[in-house]
T-cell receptor
Framework: DAGVTQSPTHLIKTRGQQVTLRCSPK?????VSWYQQALGQGPQFIFQ???????QRGNFPDRFSGHQFPNYSSELNVNALLLGDSALYLC???????????FGEGSRLTVL | GEDVEQSLFLSVREGDSSVINCTYT??????LYWYKQEPGAGLQLLTY?????DMKQDQRLTVLLNKKDKHLSLRIADTQTGDSAIYFC???????????FGDGTTLTVKP
């Protein structure tokens, strides 16, 4: 049973570019949440997708957007990248109504 | 607003017990979690407790929750060198939605 998988594992972008990160949830899970983890800090909640809609959102600008597909996989898009967007982006999945939240290994984004 | 505080560092000897503490401010959270993160890796779910529970034990792990003081602790019995990692406390709301993580406690286990 595969856990949460994310791609790519590492990527480098320059300021102003756009990036798309991908996530496949754990089997049986229908809800995907995205987090940003800066170096030396805990994960910060970006948003959560359920039934292909954004259900909850943290304090992140509109440059951060997402999508959930009918197979429950999800994408995180970040436009107009800033140096401060450099971080580990974590995807977590859960089953609606249940609290267990499982994380992937993350995508490490470096913005130069 | 929501805030989760943890001490930054803890160092113990192999075989001793480790106790990692966490305080939180929002009493409306549904679940309180402990995650482990090793260098370069994602977060591994260790255990969690419902906010209406006081204690949960899972093998070497014991979670204690003091709702009055909004204090959560994780005790690791017989700590091993493989337990060296960063441990995150988190409060998570119904449907595992908006959540708040602490900045992590780095546990170092010395042989």
């Amino acid at each position: 049973d595969a856990g949460v998988t994310q791609s790519p594992t590492h990527l480098i972008k320059t300021r102003g570019q756009q990036v798309t990160l991908r996530c496949s949830p754990k089997s049986g899970h229908d809800t995907v949440s995205w987090y940003q983890q800066a170096l030396g800090q805990g994960p910060q909640f970006i948003f959560q997708y359920y039934e292909e809609e954004e259900r909850q959102r943290g304090n992140f600008p509109d440059r951060f957007s997402g999508h959930q597909f009918p197979n429950y996989s999800s994408e995180l898009n970040v436009n107009a990248l800033l140096l401060g967007d450099s971080a580990l982006y974590l995807c977590a999945s859960s089953q609606d109504g249940f609290g267990e939240l499982f994380f992937g290994e993350g995508s490490r984004l470096t913005v130069l | 607003g929501e805030d989760v505080e943890q001490s930054l560092f803890l160092s113990v000897r192999e075989g001793d017990s480790s106790v990692i503490n966490c305080t939180y401010t929002d009493s409306s959270s549904t679940y309180l979690y402990w995650y482990k993160q090793e260098p370069g890796a994602g977060l591994q779910l260790l255990t969690y407790i419902f906010s209406n529970m006081d204690m949960k034990q899972d093998q070497r792990l014991t979670v204690l929750l003091n709702k009055k003081d909004k204090h959560l602790s994780l005790r690791i019995a017989d700590t091993q060198t493989g337990d060296s990692a960063i441990y995150f406390c988190a409060e998570i709301y119904t449907n595992a939605g908006k959540s708040t993580f602490g900045d992590g406690t780095t546990l170092t286990v010395k042989p």
